[in-house]
C-alpha cells in the first residue's frame, strides 16, 4: 500500500504532487497538503491480527505506538530511516469523578502526556522528522508555544539533525522551554506572537535549509492521526460517540478526522464519532468561525494562560473545518475560570495534565449543560500534556494566585493549598482530625 503522493486539501484544486517534494501548501493554490494513502487493497481483519501479533515485537518500530500500525503510514520505505523514541502507547483512562463534575455517566481520557516528551506532540514528531531524514535534510526548526519545541528538539537529537526553536518571547511555559534546551536546540525567542513568527520562518525556511516541523507538515498530521488509530484499537475498534479534544493550532482536529475516515474507508470502524473541538475564549477563532455564519477571521492578539492553544491564526482550521462537517462536530469555547476547574477536577481523578488539555472537559460540561452532548453518550477527551508541563499555573491555582491575562481574578473553587503545622504531634493530629479527605473538597474542608 505504496503512499501515492501529497494532494492539495482545496477541493476545487486537489493538484497533485511528489511525496518527496520539500512542500507545506500547494504550489498552485497555496492551500494545505495531505498526504494521499492508498488503502484499496486493506483487509482490516487481516491489520488487525498483524498488529496485534507485533505487541509481543521487540523491534523498535513494533514497540512505538505510531510505527506499529505503519501500514496507515506507508510513505517510508525503509525502516532504517524511521525516527523513534518510541511514542505513543498512551494509556486511557476511566475518571468516573470528572464524569460526574461534567453531567455524563462515564468519560474515558486517552492522555497523550506519557509520551516521551510528554505530549501528543511526538506521535507527529515522529513522523515529520523520519520525512526529514528522508528528504537528506540536516536543520529543521518550528515555532512553538511549547510542546512543539520540546518534541521537535528531542526528535531532532535523536536523529542528528539540528534543531531550531522560534518561541515568542515571554509566552511559554518554563516546564516547555526547558525541554527545548535540554534537548540542544537554538532557541530563538521573537518579539512577536505566534502567528507572526510563523509567517517568519516560512520565508526564512527555503533560503536557510530549514525543514519545517510545524503542523502545516503534512507528514505531522499523518503522524498524529495514529493517536485515533491507537485509541479506536484499545476500545476494540468500537468507535465512541464523541471524541473531544483541546484546539490550538488544528493540526490534531485535522489528524484525526482524516484517521478515522481512514479507518472507517478500510473497514476497521463501521461509523465516526462526532468531534468536539474546544478553544479558550480569548484564542477562539475557530469557534467564531464556527457560529458566526460569516468568514474565517484571526485574532491578533490572543489571549490565554493555557499557553498551547493561545494561538490566534491556526494554520490547519480549512483542514479542521473539513473535518468537523464530516463528522457532524461542533466546535466549543470556554473560560479561563472553566478550565481552571476543569484542570483541578481531572488531577482529583489522579490525572493530571496541563492547562490546554482541561479545555476538553470543561467543554463537555458546557455541551452537556447546553443539550449538544447527551449525558449517556459514549464520549472520549484527548489530554494533550502532562502536569508538569506548567506546574507554575498548578501552584498559583491552589494557593489562590492564578489571574486571567487581563488580571482579573480565578477563584480556586477546588484549591488545596498547603497547610502549615507546628511542630507538635498533638496539633497535627488534630489537623488530620479535622481533614474530611474529600477529593473534591480541597481544604475548604477543614
Known sequence: MPAADLVCFNPDCRKRCAIDAVLYTCPRCGALLEVANDYSRADPGALKALWDKRRASRAKIDV?????????????????????????????????????????????????????????KDNGMTAGATQAVKLGMKRVAC???????????????????????????????????????EYGALTIQVEANFDRILALVRELAEECGIYLLNSLNPFRIEGQKSIVIELLDQRNWQAPDWIVLPGGNLGNVSALGKGLRELRQIGLIDRLPRVAVVQAEGAAP?????????????????????????????????????????????????????????????????????????????????????????????????????????????????????????????????????????????????????????????????
Open 286 to 446: 475557530f469557534y467564531r468561525y464556527f457560529h458566526g455564519g460569516g468568514g474565517y477571521e484571526p485574532i491578533r492578539e490572543p489571549e490565554t494562560l493555557a499557553t498551547a492553544i493561545r494561538i490566534g491564526d491556526p494554520v490547519s482550521w480549512p483542514k479542521a473545518a473539513g473535518e468537523i462537517a464530516a463528522t457532524a462536530g461542533v466546535a466549543e469555547a470556554v473560560t479561563e475560570q472553566q478550565i481552571a476547574d476543569a484542570k483541578a477536577v481531572i488531577g482529583r481523578c489522579g490525572i493530571g495534565c496541563e492547562p490546554a488539555s482541561a479545555a476538553s472537559l470543561a467543554g463537555i460540561r458546557k455541551l452537556v449543560a447546553g443539550g449538544t452532548i447527551d449525558p449517556a453518550a459514549d464520549i472520549v477527551a484527548i489530554l494533550t500534556g502532562h502536569l508538569l508541563k506548567d506546574p507554575d499555573y498548578v501552584y498559583r491555582y491552589h494557593t489562590g494566585r492564578l489571574e486571567t491575562p487581563s488580571g482579573g481574578k480565578i477563584a480556586s473553587a477546588f484549591g488545596n493549598a498547603p497547610v502549615t503545622a507546628p511542630d507538635d504531634p498533638a496539633k497535627i493530629a488534630e489537623l488530620l482530625a479535622r481533614w474530611s479527605g474529600d477529593p473534591l473538597s480541597g481544604h475548604g474542608a477543614f
Open 143 to 181: 515555532v512553538s508555544t511549547g510542546n512543539t519545541s520540546a518534541s521537535m528538539a528531542a526528535y531532532a537529537a535523536a536523529a542528528g539533525l539540528q534543531p531550531i526553536v522560534f518561541i515568542p518571547r515571554g509566552n511559554i511555559a518554563y516546564g516547555k522551554l526547558a525541554q527545548a534546551l
Open 64 to 120: 512505538s505506538g505510531v510505527w506499529r500500525f505503519r501500514e496507515m503510514l506507508p510513505f517510508v520505505e525503509d525502516p532504517a530511516q524511521i525516527v523513534t523514541l518510541p511514542e505513543g502507547n498512551t494509556p486511557l483512562f476511566d475518571a468516573p469523578g470528572a464524569a460526574a463534575y461534567a453531567g455524563i455517566d462515564r468519560i474515558q481520557f486517552k492522555h497523550q502526556g506519557y509520551n516521551p516528551t510528554a505530549s501528543f
